[in-house]
């Protein structure tokens, strides 16, 4: 594997086409620093989670040259000690298109065994892609009429919540967007915040959200970002944060976080997936 720096990372570089298998091109990158900056320690996690990747692009030979086509859903857990870089994957998934396997099966084998390894953890792929499917249980705060002038760095002060109300809702907006931290480019998420506890404040959320908008950071370490600050300002009993980015050189990631004992949100795709 690469080292672990995003300075030795390929993203962002003109990068040569893999010209046949080669799990050397995984990047992996610790998670450890990004949580430590958040107050996180590494072997005291405040939340359980996955990170499920959708993979759109992933083809190889079969053993007599003929190519094969596929899509893949890839499942990290949060508690592994390194996550993958995109681009990297995203190489590493090209890297079968010219080489020869024996079936579907010994793909899903070899994919697994190196994402494990660079991950530090074991990782799930299965063959196929989600259902396209929205939540309609969760409250869209999008709509409300507020202004908004704080796009970065992400601001915690904003969320509040009234102690004196105690509910249990899930609440959604597709107004999250971040940059990579290393291209800068744009990325776009609907995320869902499901909770019980003290009621959170509209106006302050979606504030908050947008504070996001020119902020550098990997996905997973966003939606972590967003989940350690509405446990620490408000409170809720309850904390479930997912975030289903939007699409890039045919892979998207979805990383949930929550407090334990949740369930993992049910593996669907969004009308921008």
Same mark, same amino acid.
């Given at each position: 594997m690469?080292?672990?720096t995003t300075a030795n990372s390929p993203l962002g570089r003109e990068t040569a086409y893999p010209a046949r298998y080669d799990a050397g091109l995984l990047h992996p990158i610790p998670r450890? %620093? &990004?949580?430590?900056?958040? $107050? *996180? &320690?590494?072997d005291a996690l405040p939340f359980i989670g996955i990170d499920r990747w959708q993979a759109f692009e992933l083809s190889w030979l079969d053993q007599r040259g003929k190519p094969q086509v596929a899509t893949a859903t890839l499942q990290v857990p949060a508690d592994s000690p390194r996550l993958v870089e995109s681009k990297s994957l995203k190489l590493y998934l090209n890297s079968f298109n010219a080489s020869r396997f024996d079936d579907a099966e010994a793909v899903r084998a070899r994919i697994e065994a190196d994402l494990?390894?660079?991950?530090?953890? %074991?990782?799930?792929?299965?063959? $196929?892609? %989600?259902?396209?499917? *929205?939540a309609a249980d969760a409250e869209n705060i999008d709509g409300l009429d507020i202004a908004i002038d704080s796009y970065g760095p992400p601001d915690a002060s904003l969320l509040l919540a009234d102690a004196g109300n105690i509910l249990e809702e899930t609440l959604h907006s597709a107004l999250l967007k971040s940059n990579c931290p290393v291209t800068g480019q744009p990325d776009w998420a609907d995320v869902t915040i499901a909770y019980r506890g003290p009621r959170l404040d509209r106006a302050g959320l979606l504030r908050y959200i947008v504070s996001f908008r020119d902020h550098a950071g990997f996905h997973e370490q966003c939606v972590e970002q967003i989940f350690v600050d509405l446990l620490a300002r408000c409170a809720p009993q309850q904390l479930s944060v997912e975030a289903r980015y939007t699409r890039r050189g045919g892979l998207d990631i979805n990383p949930w976080r929550a407090t334990a004992g949740l369930a993992a949100p049910a593996a669907v795709r969004t009308e921008r997936q």
């Open positions: 690469n080292a672990n450890a %620093p &990004a949580r430590a900056q958040l $107050g *996180i &320690a590494a494990s390894q660079a991950a530090g953890a %074991p990782v799930a792929m299965a063959f $196929g892609l %989600p259902a396209l499917a *929205i």
